[in-house]
């Protein structure tokens, strides 16, 4: 769970850091590595582009989880405060200074957790479209504009940034080639010094498909995620979840030690995940961006949700 660039934006109007050029990923420069870790982010591909979804996507819901019972909680306190200084003991000078302190005193946590619910309820997902044959990559923002950016431009690195999480970050430099003017992250997350070598094979699984072509990843993409035109469903849900786990599949025990740990996920966390789903918009690409993307017919490398095996 990583949420730099979603609570808060990424940081821009700085100059490109030691730290990002010692890291930087080239367009052009084949890395020798496994292109895996990327199954469950494409939502489409064909000859023209693929689209994978943002790396907020997997977690959605639980801010909401966590933040919406305790705004309820303290929104109930200032009810109750409000009503005890204003009908019962409004003669009193020290029950005012209480309303008050509480009102001052959780107004920041009030307004962080409506701020972190209203982040999450807001659009489904945040898409990704790279156009191999324009050489653009489109970007759908939280505020439903689209950024749209040359693919060749862009500097691209894998950094540290919470709990020792690494992300491949994109960066769109201003003419100077130094500073940065605007941010947004792939959707890929190692965790630990190997979890980031290993997930350099995700970076590679990109730039392949860029650089040449998608005879190079068709094969491996044994399903993508069905959410374009629709709300995830519940079935898929359940899909996801098992799926993070099923490397342990051979382990039949290992299902039974972590059976708890499931329906906690499903009572506990998928709630919020439903009302975030429910009450956001799906993302739509403006006409022009899909004037710019056309999908041949009968594409040999066309496949979406609807040629998912389950």
């Not at 200074?97 to 982040?119: A, Y």
């Not at 590679?204 to 995830?232: H, N, W």
């Not at 906690?264 to 710019?292: H, N, T």
């Amino acid at each position: 769970m990583e949420y730099t660039g979603l609570i808060f934006p990424y940081k821009i109007n700085r100059p490109l850091s030691d730290l990002y050029r010692a890291n930087q990923m080239h367009q052009k420069k084949k890395l020798d590595v496994i292109k895996n870790c990327h199954e469950l982010t494409v939502i489409e591909i064909n000859s023209s582009y693929i689209e994978v979804v943002d790396k907020f996507f997997y977690w959605k819901g639980l801010m909401t989880t966590a933040c919406l019972p305790m705004l309820v909680s303290i929104v109930s306190g200032l009810i109750y405060f409000s009503y005890i200084s204003i009908y019962l003991r409004y003669e009193r000078l020290s029950s005012w200074l209480s309303l008050l302190f509480f009102l001052f005193g959780f107004s920041p946590l009030i307004w962080l957790f409506t701020k972190s619910i209203r982040k999450e309820i807001n659009y489904t997902h945040y898409p990704i479209r790279l156009n191999r044959k324009t050489r653009k990559v489109h970007v759908f923002r939280q505020d439903g504009t689209v950024l749209t950016t040359p693919w060749d431009k862009l500097f691209i690195t894998q950094v540290p940034v919470t709990d020792r999480f690494y992300e491949f970050q994109c960066h769109v430099l201003a003419p100077d080639g130094v500073t940065i003017l605007e941010t947004f992250g792939l959707p890929a997350l190692g965790h630990g010094g190997a979890g980031r070598e290993e997930y350099k094979g995700y970076w590679e699984f990109i730039r392949r498909y860029m650089e040449e072509g998608p005879e190079c990843i068709y094969d491996e993409i044994t399903a993508c995620l069905p959410i374009k035109q629709q709300r995830e469903t519940f079935k898929f849900a359940h899909y996801c979840f098992i799926y993070a786990i099923g490397s342990l599949y051979p382990f039949i025990i290992f299902y039974l030690i972590l059976l708890p740990f499931i329906l906690m996920y499903f009572v506990c966390f998928y709630p919020g995940r439903w009302l975030a789903m429910r009450y956001s918009k799906i993302p739509q690409w403006p006409a022009d961006i899909e004037a710019q993307c056309p999908v041949e017919e009968n594409d040999p490398y066309f496949k979406d949700s609807s040629m998912n095996p389950f």
